[in-house]
């Protein structure tokens, strides 16, 4: 499974109840953070998950309402323990903009990793995790995440039964291992069944509308989409400044077939995304706006 918790869901400006965006993520007992505004290290003390456990944060992009909560945030995961190296993740330029911000926070207990991103797309893994950077359309160089637990086929015992496999060889086969008997190798493909369906999340923050959300949040199990604006009219100004609408994500969730949308990155001129949500569920019905603190858990489905 897949645990979600929204840490701020704002745009340009922290707001009494709404802080600058992030959202944390963890599978397999390790955390991932993407995207570190203001307020972010204050919201993952209120939810309860442990600072000094985020193995890796990625970042879309550069501009201060993403990044400005960064500096603070390594020095309490210092703090609180923190002697493990942490990556980082995000466009070129990452290192060296992280090392200005670090001018307040000079001294960590752990290593800094850094991975910039180039061209169109790049994957890398989290522990188990697999995910997918692709780029989005915004006034500098940003990037969408997408999220990926695989689920391997069911075990089979009569297969590995009939195979002459020790019942203490199963567990390894089930977990993808190859294993060896009395000098003959086994491959987890001879007593597994096909692939399950697994667990897809993407995240797309500051973006005006572009292909790449309908290409690589196909067929998600959930889709947290940036609106900045919430109405229809404002369609313009929000592709001027590399936003979007509203309905305008519920297209490109509906579009990707994705099986639910979270809108968030709300302007502060948006006081109650609630009261806009009727244009955006008649495009995609099962759209929700997401709040800070809020949490959800993904999980495998049936079979």
């Given at each position: 499974?897949?645990?979600?918790c929204f840490?701020?869901?704002?745009a340009?400006?922290p707001l009494p109840?709404?802080?600058l965006a ?13 995207d ?15 600072l000094?456990r985020?193995?890796?944060i ?7 309402d ?11 995961m210092?703090?609180c323990?923190r002697?493990?190296?942490v990556?980082?993740?995000g466009?070129?330029g990452?290192?060296r903009v ?12 752990y ?7 180039a061209?169109e797309g790049?994957?890398f ?7 997918h950077?692709?780029t989005?359309?915004?006034?500098i ?5 997408a999220?990926?637990?695989s689920?391997?086929?069911r075990?089979?015992?009569d297969r590995?039964?009939?195979?002459g496999l020790?019942?203490?060889h ?5 977990k993808g291992e190859?294993v060896?008997?009395?000098g ?11 692939p399950r369906?697994?667990?897809k ?5 500051d973006?005006g509308?572009t ?5 690589h ?5 959930l ?6 604006n919430?109405?229809d009219?404002k369609?313009?100004k ?5 936003h979007?609408?509203?309905s305008q994500?519920?297209g490109l969730?509906k579009?990707?077939?994705?099986r639910?949308?979270l809108?968030t990155?709300?302007?502060p001129?948006?006081?109650?995304p609630q009261?806009?949500?009727g244009g955006a569920?008649?495009?995609f019905?099962?759209t929700?706006?997401a709040?800070?603190?809020m ?5 495998f489905?049936e079979?």
């Amino acid at each position: 499974m897949l645990d979600i918790c929204f840490l701020g869901t704002g745009a340009m400006m922290p707001l009494p109840g709404r802080n600058l965006a992030a959202m944390l993520l963890r599978a397999g007992g390790r955390l991932l953070l993407v995207d570190c505004g203001e307020g972010t290290q204050v919201a993952i003390r209120q939810c309860g998950w442990s600072l000094s456990r985020i193995d890796m944060i990625c970042l879309t992009h550069f501009h201060a309402d993403h990044i400005g909560g960064l500096p603070g945030l390594l020095l309490t995961m210092g703090a609180c323990g923190r002697v493990e190296p942490v990556t980082l993740v995000g466009p070129a330029g990452l290192e060296r903009v992280v090392r200005c911000l670090r001018v307040i926070a000079p001294e960590l207990p752990y290593e800094l990793r850094f991975l910039e991103l180039a061209g169109e797309g790049q994957s890398f893994a989290f522990h188990d995790m697999s995910v997918h950077a692709f780029t989005l359309e915004h006034v500098i160089p940003c990037y969408g995440y997408a999220f990926a637990l695989s689920r391997p086929g069911r075990f089979d015992p009569d297969r590995a039964t009939a195979l002459g496999l020790p019942v203490t060889h199963w567990n390894a086969l089930q977990k993808g291992e190859s294993v060896t008997v009395n000098g003959r190798v086994f491959m987890p493909n001879q007593v597994l069944g096909p692939p399950r369906r697994g667990i897809k999340l993407a995240y797309c923050c500051d973006t005006g509308l572009t292909e790449a959300i309908v290409t690589h949040a196909n067929d998600a199990d959930l889709l947290v989409c940036e609106a900045t604006n919430a109405e229809d009219e404002k369609a313009d100004k929000a592709a001027a400044h590399g936003h979007m609408t509203f309905s305008q994500a519920a297209g490109l969730a509906k579009r990707a077939n994705a099986r639910e949308l979270l809108l968030t990155h709300f302007s502060p001129s948006v006081s109650d995304p609630q009261v806009y949500m009727g244009g955006a569920r008649a495009v995609f019905p099962n759209t929700g706006a997401a709040e800070d603190l809020m949490c959800r858990t993904l999980c495998f489905g049936e079979g």
